[in-house]
């Protein structure tokens, strides 16, 4: 019955094809085939990209869902069991006095690193993107401290820091100051363990800001040179401007890792504790003490969850203020997605009001104005 | 040709298959020889250095031939501590693994998944080396190694200059006596001098508080008892009383508390066998540095190791045997001549290779017989308990505070007795 149907075309339409009678078992091998080449269009995309996924699973998702799991419970590391708690190691973590100033010392070092490390490095790179000879050895040299790795340098900073015979305190004495007590003042101990941090990734911070500066048309430097802007109107006016997206960039990474800093407090002292009075302890490294120090990962899992938390908010308020502030590079004269779709639906309104405040005199056709008058995106 | 193409395949997949059969009847006939003679492989895990050269476990390999020992040296306890605690009760650790005092409390939670050491030779050690070592269960769960019996090192350079005797027998007759005598001869120090005494207040309440019988926790219940106990707040006082006046409050360990070894900025340290080295390393040049037979308040010790043999290893048997023979007297003493660690086993207190030992950077000071002595004046084995290191790194921390002017003794005080309330 099917043969009838599907064989004399077949046959017919390909004179070249096999002579012989058309087995029924043909047009079945063609759908499967035309099955395969379905899948093939439907699933290879998935396969694809289907390695990252499955490794980010294996080694990402399933350690934070477990992390979960094991913050609500009295958990034993050697045994591999634990008892379910619910929130009773969150709320210990909260109620303990030593989590909120890891929290302040955490917020004090990261401001402390960031904000002097962004304004050094946007001034090198200014300087970087001059005329300057011998360019490359210039740029090479500001990244030479980020090729260290971050525990030779606290080492190295942890001695000169020293209370009684570092280097800092000995040249502060020689000019007459009185040694800074590096080690039980938590502000002074802040302030070296921003010291490292800006140390090792004010060059890096610098690269990524020069390559933004050379991305700019130099055409806007001629016309501002031409319009009688001095250099530092030209930096203000148009460098400054123009680095935003690049700018929010190295933001939202240094608050990660400033958020997650740890090498640096971790060897600023022999004990690798934060301090006889916590003074530079920072949550990273009290989650390393419960977990390690102490063995109980109940407690330093739902740690880590809070440090997840926190830094998803923080992630959240930069988000927002990416959106508000900064314009995507991609679409230098378009607004952010929300922009747009405001501004549409306003001039979609304001069209419908013109329509309609002009329909009853003359239902002609709208005046072709209302195109024009859309309201201007935002800048 | 098609048919022929999957036969290859067939038979590729054959051989594969054959293989790994055999190689998997290989392992298996492996892991079944542990009675029976076949040849072995035996791992040992330790730390820094125990003394066990090439040459050492090559004897026993030589006295048995179907055994091969393979040693795997982590760079520091730290390092030992973390892989121990992640492999314990599970795969992966050595058939004989080293542990050090300071994490001894820990291990001793899971003594149940160690191998118990056998009865007879539990007299090889001082008691108070198997009375740690022992659970509640009266099971031994470690061979013990070294052991860090504590004597006085003093500069005598500086000691003659404050007008002090300088021969180590003359001062250890100064010293003799308890804490409140070595608080007194601090005292004469600093007047005459107005210079430090001792190193720091944490470093001498450690070998105060190693004295202490039950000092943060109950021996029977386990409960902490840190906070009520009056010993520990005299100790708390006390220490702090005289480091007001005769410490450099120089944290141990600190980059600052190394530069002090070498420019004088103490005149004493409590001194474990093993300081030695750490001072004449990392104070080359300074000829003054000497120790005294004598220990305020009777003896101390501070550290030591143990051989441990995890219970469900492949080889649990021949690993017994092999840190049976690692522990042994003669053993030991050849590892303290290799690494300077001393022997925690009585028999090797009458050897000459240990008695007759000169320290040749302390004015040959004759250590080998000072720290024997040191060794049999130890007469406390003090209880720790599962917190016992946290509570104790916690008074660590609030002596430093009182020493760095961060908080005064009794603000200090009561912010330890509130951070031990929180733990458990």
């Given at each position: 019955m099917t043969s009838t149907a599907t064989a004399p075309p077949s046959s017919d339409a390909r004179p070249?094809?096999?002579?012989t009678s058309p087995t029924p078992r043909q047009p079945k091998r063609i759908a499967f085939g035309h099955r395969l080449t379905k899948w093939d269009l439907k699933l290879s995309p998935y396969l694809y990209i289907s390695p990252f996924f499955i490794l980010f699973i294996v080694i990402g998702l399933f350690p934070i869902a477990y992390t979960a799991v094991i913050s609500f419970m009295d958990w034993d590391l050697v045994r591999n069991t634990g008892t379910f708690i619910g929130f009773d190691q969150y709320v210990y973590v909260l109620g303990q006095p030593k989590f909120w100033i890891a929290l302040r010392n955490t917020f004090s070092i990261f401001l402390l690193s960031s904000v002097p490390q962004l304004l050094l490095a946007i001034f090198i790179a200014a300087m970087l993107d001059?005329?300057?000879?011998a360019k490359t050895f210039w740029r090479m040299g500001v990244l030479l401290p980020y090729v260290m790795a971050p525990v030779a340098v606290a080492l190295i900073f942890s001695n000169m820091f020293?209370?009684?015979?570092?280097l800092v305190n000995t040249l502060l004495g020689n000019v007459g100051i009185p040694p800074v007590p590096w080690h039980s003042d938590a502000f002074a101990s802040h302030i070296a363990i921003a010291t490292m941090v800006n140390f090792r990734w004010t060059g890096y911070n610098t690269l990524i800001l020069l390559a933004a500066m050379q991305a700019i048309p130099r055409d806007y430097y001629e016309a501002a040179a031409i319009d009688g802007a001095g250099k530092f109107r030209q930096f203000t006016a148009i460098t400054v401007p123009s680095l935003r997206p690049t700018l929010i960039f190295v933001i939202i990474t240094s608050t990660i890792g400033g958020l997650q800093i740890f090498d640096e407090p971790r060897m600023?002292?022999?004990?690798?504790?934060?301090?006889a009075d916590s003074q530079w302890l920072t949550i990273t490294l009290y989650l390393y003490d419960i977990g390690?120090?102490?063995?109980?990962f109940g407690r330093a899992a739902a740690l880590a969850w809070i440090l997840f938390l926190i830094i998803l908010a923080i992630g959240v308020i930069n988000l927002l203020v990416t959106q508000r502030v900064v314009r995507d590079e991609g679409r230098r004269d378009a607004g952010t997605r929300r922009e747009q779709r405001r501004a549409a639906a306003s001039a979609r309104r304001s069209l419908a009001a013109r329509t309609e405040a002009t329909a009853e005199p003359e239902p002609g056709?709208?005046?072709?104005?209302t195109t024009i008058d859309t309201p201007e995106v935002p800048r | 040709m098609k048919l022929s193409r999957r036969t290859k395949a067939l038979a590729a997949v054959a051989g594969a298959a054959s293989i790994a059969l055999l190689a998997s009847g290989c392992a298996s006939g492996d892991a079944g020889a542990d009675s029976a003679d076949g040849p072995i492989e035996l791992t040992v895990a330790t730390f820094?250095?125990?003394?066990?050269t090439d040459e050492l476990l090559q004897e026993y390999m030589d006295e048995n031939p179907n055994v091969t020992v393979v040693q795997n040296k982590a760079a520091t306890s730290n390092d030992a501590r973390a892989n121990y605690f992640q492999k314990l009760g599970k795969?992966?650790?050595?058939d004989v693994e080293a542990i050090e005092v300071d994490w001894l409390p820990e291990v001793m939670q899971y003594s149940d998944l160690l191998a118990e050491v056998p009865a007879?030779?539990?007299?090889?050690?001082l008691d108070w080396k198997v009375d740690a070592a022992t659970d509640a269960d009266g099971r031994l769960i470690g061979y013990g190694t070294d052991i860090g019996p504590e004597g006085v090192c003093y500069r005598s350079d500086l000691f003659a200059a404050a007008g002090l005797p300088t021969d180590r027998e003359e001062v250890a007759k100064l010293l003799e006596g308890d804490w409140a005598k070595y608080f007194e001869v601090g005292a004469d120090y600093t007047a005459k001098t107005?210079?430090?005494?001792?190193?720091s207040a944490g470093g001498t309440y450690q070998g105060m508080i190693?004295?202490?019988?039950?000092?943060?926790?109950?021996?029977?219940?386990?409960?902490?008892i840190a906070t009520d106990n009056a010993e520990v707040e005299d100790l708390y006082n006390q220490v702090l009383d005289a480091s007001a006046?005769?410490?450099?409050?120089l944290g141990q360990w600190s980059d600052d508390w190394f530069a002090g070894l070498s420019n004088?900025?103490?005149?004493t340290m409590l001194c474990p066998g093993w300081m030695l080295g750490v001072i004449s390393g990392n104070a080359e040049?300074?000829?003054?540095w000497d120790v005294a037979n004598v220990f305020p308040n009777g003896g101390g010790n501070w550290g030591g190791s143990y051989l441990t043999v995890p219970?469900?290893?492949?080889?649990v048997k021949e690993a017994q045997k092999l840190a049976d023979w690692l522990t042994a007297p003669e053993q030991q003493i050849k590892a303290f001549v290799n690494a300077?660690?001393?022997?925690?086993?009585?028999?090797?207190?009458?050897?000459e290779a240990l008695t007759g030992y000169v320290n040749?950077?302390?004015?040959?000071?004759?250590v080998g017989q000072i720290f024997t002595d040191r060794a049999k004046a130890v007469d406390v084995a003090p209880f720790k308990g599962e917190f016992y290191f946290q509570i104790n790194d916690a008074m660590q921390k609030a002596l430093t505070r009182v020493e760095d002017g961060t908080q005064d003794k009794q603000a200090s005080w009561d912010q330890w007795v509130s951070e031990v309330q929180a733990i458990g």
């Open positions: 070249d094809g096999p002579s001059q005329n300057i000879r020293g209370d009684k015979y570092g600023y002292d022999q004990y690798g504790t934060g301090g390690w120090g102490q063995w109980n056709p709208a005046p072709t104005d | 820094n250095d125990f003394g066990y795969k992966g650790l050595a007879d030779v539990k007299d090889r050690w107005g210079k430090a005494f001792f190193d190693n004295q202490v019988e039950a000092a943060y926790e109950d021996p029977d219940s386990g409960d902490i006046t005769q410490s450099a409050h004088g900025a103490y005149a040049g300074v000829t003054g219970a469900n290893g492949a080889h300077g660690t001393f022997p925690s086993q009585t028999e090797a207190y009458s050897d040749e950077y302390f004015n040959n000071a004759p």
